[in-house]
């Protein structure tokens, strides 16, 4: 971790403070209910976070970047720390030079990985059953209606191999499974557990999930994502015109009664006449869910996953979040210009 | 094993053992959590909880180890892994535990009201949920209808001498609903901490959010640009909550706040005074110690605009050379912590401030503020509900908005303070508040 630090510090001048932070954890849990479930399992997790401070005159500005999955210390393994701690450095060094981001409605494309944690707010929060079985979701009674732009296919799947939001066996002790919840923009399931699925008149899906035996669990993601689609990068890229290239997303929240949404974004650039250009500071996007998904009208092949801690009524879990790059029509842009 | 007990066997073996100086955290809380939903009781719990930290120290640095399981044969555990952990640390500073002979001062904490014992919770929730439905037919749904109530005790005791205990009693009833007219649905909350009379009266609290949610609704556009922003009190401490790190002695050495080389400089306009108060008479964080066994005492960090102080622990004290001020967190954790966090009243009404804006937007929620705030540039961009001000006074609702600047510039661009101090549950309070221009985008 030491050693790290010293990359990011080392790569530029203008680093004045670099943080390592790694945490790892073991989880053992045992279920026993009057269902007859008997269900024990243990889980190694860990995760490794940099934090990037880079200082000139009177700017300073932060960027960090993180890995985790189900492992021990050999989450290391076979990674380029180096390489990985030298682009934390450049981001937070790129910062200092960003311009204010404008406002306005424009189009914008949203990067891989981290980018997915607007599907993750913006829909699928409004998926799980515990907002669902009480109308308090936008998405309840929308099974099999179009619901997304067809572009779109997403699935929860806790089943992925190391995955930082897979788990073996749901909080209430059902098998975990893959789960499709849009196929080609039409919603095809809910994530259910026991109680809402009795609510609903439905079978729960191996998705019961809370921080720890005092928190009572309820219906939550694990991994979720957004398919790949058929477009590359580049020629998403290279057909806007104008609009933000939203590289990297920081959090966000959703009111899953209205699906109105807000999202930071941590490191964006202008796209003018189908090209990256300058850098931008500050942006914020907000609109509805339900609009977002309709107005998705590209979808990129470079799926990859990214790692998230979520909130909610049964406590604070590890999930995962991912996307291809997409392309999302006429967002409402909030920047200081 | 009961608590006491276990600290004393803990105590004695670490002494047994000839640790110099060690120190033994204790907490405990009950809670009891009660929800309404379609007219039914959904879910009624009790938690008991408790937690165990035990610091040592070994040069300069204090290791812990925390646990929730208070079993004898756990102890030379305990104390090995706090020793280990100890040692394990290199900081350049020391860390210090408090064992000074101190007062500790008299301090009256927020409490329910001696007529909340008597009240029937289920039938308070249901009434509440009933009424809400009954009240208006564009109320759409009753998301969330709860109780909580709980008690809380800490104690904190050491090897130099300090042994200190403290407990407070609370209660806690929130409704959220949401209302739809014309397919735009939005939503609103109220809650109430049972310290007043008419806190026990469900009708009025589904009346207040019943209004706060309706007015919501048919909401306008307005382009993106400049305009003066006057925040709602509750909305602008929940704002102060977001901040209140600049304010702290770790967030300056980790170069997460800019004020640390400001000290008696002008960082916000004339007449803003912020206080850290934990002495606050019937405040929601108010106790007579700190984390750290200090005792409280109350700090104006900001004094007409000047900043006066920054917020300490012992080992942040030490290192910056100033007196503690009573902001440690405790059992060898780095941080600082708040207690009733607010900026003092100025002398406007609310109409008053809304009379001399004119032309404008009333801020009244932000959104996502987990997300769109970095303490290390000051840079903030937050989704925000608000309304109108036209003629200086409050007009249509708008659709969901932006509002985006800096925190240093904010300080500075305070224009006018109200007279309506109000808390938010989590400790933070503020008047109604009018900001210069800021940018605003609206969906």
Known sequence: ?337 | MQAQEFIEKLYQASQAQGINQFQIDYSQSENLSLKVMDGKIEKRSFKNTQHLSFSIKEGQNIGSFDCGELEEKNIPLIIKEAKENALLMNNEEENFFFGEKREYPAVKRNTPIKEYETLDKEKFLLDLEKTAYTLDKRVKKVISCYLNEGTYQNSIRNSLDLNVSEGSKWAFAGIYLSVEENGVIKTASEYVKFDKKEDLNPELMAQKVVEKAVKKLNPISIPSGKYKIVFENECYADFLDIMKNLFSATAVEEKHSKFGDKLKQKVAADGVTLVDNPLLDNGYRTSAFDGEGYPNQINVIIKNGVLQTLLHNLRTAHKFGVTPTGNGIGGGARGVSYSNFYLENGNLSKDEILQQTKEGVYITDLTGTHAGYSSVSGDFSFGAEGFLIKDGKIDKALNQLTISGNVYELWQDIELIGNDLKFTPDGCGSPTIAIKPMQISCN
Not at chain 1, 208 to 225: D, E, G, H, K, L
């Open chain 1, 1 to 337: 971790m030491l050693k790290i630090s010293e990359y990011a510090l080392n790569a530029s001048p203008l680093v004045c403070k670099a943080d390592s932070n790694y945490q790892e954890t073991t989880r053992h849990t045992l279920l026993a209910n009057s269902l007859g479930v008997w269900a024990e399992d243990t889980i190694a997790r860990s995760r490794f976070h940099l934090a990037s401070i880079a200082q000139e005159d009177n700017i300073t500005e932060v960027a960090g970047d993180n890995f985790g999955g189900l492992y021990g210390l050999e989450l290391f393994d076979g990674r380029n720390l180096q390489e990985f701690a030298e682009n934390v450095a450049a981001d937070s060094v790129s910062k200092l030079s960003a311009e204010l981001c404008p406002s306005g409605k424009m189009d914008v494309v949203i990067g891989n990985g981290f980018g997915g944690v607007i599907f993750h707010e913006a829909c699928g929060h409004g998926l799980e059953a515990e907002g669902v079985a009480k109308d308090a979701s936008v998405f309840a009674e929308k099974l099999g209606q179009q619901i997304a732009s067809p572009l779109v296919t997403a699935y929860d799947d806790a089943t992925i191999d190391h995955a930082w939001g897979s788990i073996k066996v749901d909080d209430e002790g059902i098998k975990t499974q893959r789960k499709l919840l849009i196929e080609n923009g039409i919603l095809k399931n809910y994530m259910v557990d026991r109680l809402n699925g009795r609510r609903m008149g439905v079978e729960p899906n191996g998705c019961s999930r809370r921080q720890n035996y005092t928190f009572a669990p309820t219906s939550r993601m694990s991994n979720t994502f957004i398919a790949n689609g058929k477009s590359t990068h580049d020629e998403i890229i290279a057909n806007t015109e104008k609009g933000i290239y939203a590289i990297k997303m920081g959090g966000g929240s959703v009111k899953m009664s209205t699906g109105e949404f807000n999202f930071s974004v941590d490191r964006a650039y202008l796209i003018e006449n189908g090209k990256i250009t300058k850098q931008v500071k500050g942006a914020k996007l907000i609109g509805s869910g339900q609009e977002v998904l309709q107005n998705i009208d590209m979808v990129g092949n470079n799926m990859s996953l990214a790692c998230g801690m979520c909130g909610a009524s049964s406590g604070k879990i590890p999930t995962t979040v991912g996307q291809p790059t997409i392309r999302v029509k006429n967002i409402t842009v909030g920047g200081q210009k």
